[in-house]
């Protein structure tokens, strides 16, 4: 870990000087332990406070579009993906792009330790184990008990596309993705998701964290703040929360690299995955795409086949 | 508003749904035209609303006409490959596929939200379409569903 950030130091202090970028987007640490946090370096001399470590949680690709000037972003497989999507969808300029990829063994999901040890006071990261002294007590948590339910499942720990990689790869088994997950929802009866879903969007209080932490989400107007038509109320109502998140969920239908920012950003650990992770299967098993797998293609609601499934017709 | 009318007939006391039907322009709101031109009856039960083309419909127009009470949706556009625009029912049956997914997914009635093709032809087959489609949603009754905003919603325009 420490040999891959003096590198990433390096090669982001050469890229300053040599004036080849105006900026890297990378992370810092944060305020708070176990939180990393993205920063923007614009002088070599600035470069010593670029972090990498299992905390960098956020989605670069988020800030990419918005940061003006040419750019190197340290990018993990799924900013990678998001980036390929940004670039399929004409929002990045290839050539502004400088990426640093690097393989990623997975982030940290600070919920399930929040959960048992309370507020986070202090926190260490050592040889794959976490030692945490939280406000209710302190505990010891191996890396793969606290890893985010996204990494666990990854199938793209390496950037799709990159212009320098820095580190080692990561070997993971190239299977037909799996959807566990959304297969043991939809084995569910229709009434027991609808009381899943009732409860979970109870939850939301339409902060729209999500919508911001995504990558992907990039709409000038989103229609949450329409006014014209107004899509949404201002006030908290459990069917409208759900209008919002079933509304940005088909939005982001075969757009989706499945980063789980929106999960990690959300104050109330409202499930929003089990929505995306929903379109991303139908996705897959309806028009074999995956999103962002490469620099080249098109999302998958962008094309169409002539015999596409239809099941979805009204019976007569 | 449309779907704020009263609900039921005070003579018959008989539960009428409203149903919002999106139909495209050239196909199935032409087919409508046909039905009622050659007086083909069918239940009063949807509220036409007339979208240039099939692709036009955006997923939030199903999910607002859910939030604003309407007890059922159609959607219907051009049988694929008779599109005016060539393509456009083509995209919107991936949109559809999706929609239709997801909101049975989240838990929605199966017959709540309906989506066909009828072409311009077609009138006595829209007709049925409507049938079919009326039936399923009275015996369903009135949308008390997942998306049903209680105080009606944001008003329109």
Same mark, same amino acid.
Not at chain 2, 70 to 82: E, I, T
């Given at each position: ?5 003096? /590198? ?30 993205? %920063? ?13 470590? /299992?905390?960098?949680?956020?989605? $670069? ?30 929002? $990045?300029?290839?050539?502004?792009? @400088? ?36 406000? /209710? ?13 996204? %990494?666990?499942? %990854?199938?793209?720990? =390496? ?26 929802? /939809? ?9 899943? @879903? ?11 964290? %999500? ?15 329409? =006014? ?59 028009? =074999? ?12 609601? =962008? ?9 979805? $017709?009204?019976?007569? | ?36 031109? &050659? ?23 199903? *999910? ?9 949706? *159609?959607?219907?556009?051009? !049988?694929? &490959?008779?599109? !005016?625009?060539?393509? &456009? ?8 596929? *999706?929609?239709?997914?997801? *909101?049975? !997914? ?34 369903? &009754? ?16």
């Amino acid at each position: 870990m420490n040999n891959i950030i003096n /590198e990433i130091r390096e090669k982001a202090r050469q890229l300053l000087a040599e004036g080849k970028v105006d900026v890297v987007i990378g992370y810092e640490k944060g305020s708070l332990p176990l939180k990393a946090t993205p %920063c923007f370096v614009h002088s070599p001399e600035g470069v010593d406070s670029l972090i990498w470590d /299992e905390t960098c949680e956020n989605n $670069l690709a988020a800030y990419a579009a918005k940061t003006p000037g040419k750019k190197a972003i340290i990018t993990k497989g799924c900013d990678s993906r998001a980036l390929a999507v940004l670039l399929q969808e004409n929002q $990045l300029v290839r050539d502004d792009l @400088f990426i640093i990829g690097v393989s990623c063994s997975g982030v940290i999901d600070q919920r399930n330790i929040l959960a048992e040890v309370g507020e986070i006071l202090e926190a260490k990261i050592s040889d794959g184990k976490i030692s945490v002294k939280g406000m /209710e007590g302190d505990k010891e948590y191996l890396f793969a008990e606290v890893k985010d339910a996204t %990494c666990q499942t %990854c199938r793209y720990p =390496n950037p799709v596309m990159e212009d320098l990689h820095i580190g080692e790869t990561i070997e993971v088994a190239q299977d037909a993705p799996a959807f566990a997950d959304v297969v043991a929802l /939809e084995e569910k009866s229709a009434s027991d998701r609808q009381d899943y @879903f009732k409860e979970q969007m109870s939850k939301c209080i339409r902060c729209y964290a %999500c919508r911001n932490a995504c990558p992907l989400c990039y709409c000038q107007e989103c229609f949450v703040d329409c =006014n014209s038509p107004r899509w949404l109320t201002g006030g908290v109502n459990r069917a409208e929360n759900l209008f919002f998140q079933a509304g940005r969920v088909l939005h982001l239908a075969g757009r989706c690299v499945d980063c789980g920012a929106c999960t990690r950003a959300c104050p109330q650990g409202v499930d929003i995955r089990a929505l995306n992770r929903k379109m991303t299967k139908d996705v897959y098993v309806m028009y =074999n795409h995956e999103a962002g797998i490469g620099e080249e293609g098109k999302p998958a609601l =962008n094309e169409y086949t002539t015999n596409d499934p239809e099941q979805f $017709l009204v019976k007569e | 508003m449309i779907m704020g009318e009263i609900q039921v007939d005070a003579e018959n006391k008989k539960y009428e749904p409203k149903i919002a039907a999106f139909l495209c322009n050239w196909c199935s709101y032409a087919g409508a035209d046909l039905a009622g031109v &050659g007086r083909v009856q069918y239940p009063a039960t949807i509220r036409t609303i007339r979208v240039p083309c099939s692709g036009r419909i955006n997923p939030l127009y199903v *999910l607002k006409a859910m939030a604003n009470g309407a007890d059922g949706v *159609l959607v219907s556009g051009c !049988h694929p &490959g008779d599109c !005016h625009y060539i393509s &456009g029912n083509y995209v919107a049956r991936r949109k559809f596929a *999706l929609i239709k997914s997801l *909101l049975s !997914h989240v838990g929605l009635e199966e017959d709540r939200v309906n989506f066909s093709w009828v072409s311009a032809a077609e009138g006595i087959r829209f007709a049925e379409v409507v049938k079919g489609v009326t039936e399923r949603v009275s015996a369903l &009754g009135p949308n008390n569903g997942i998306f049903k905003v209680d105080d009606g919603g944001a008003a329109d325009e």
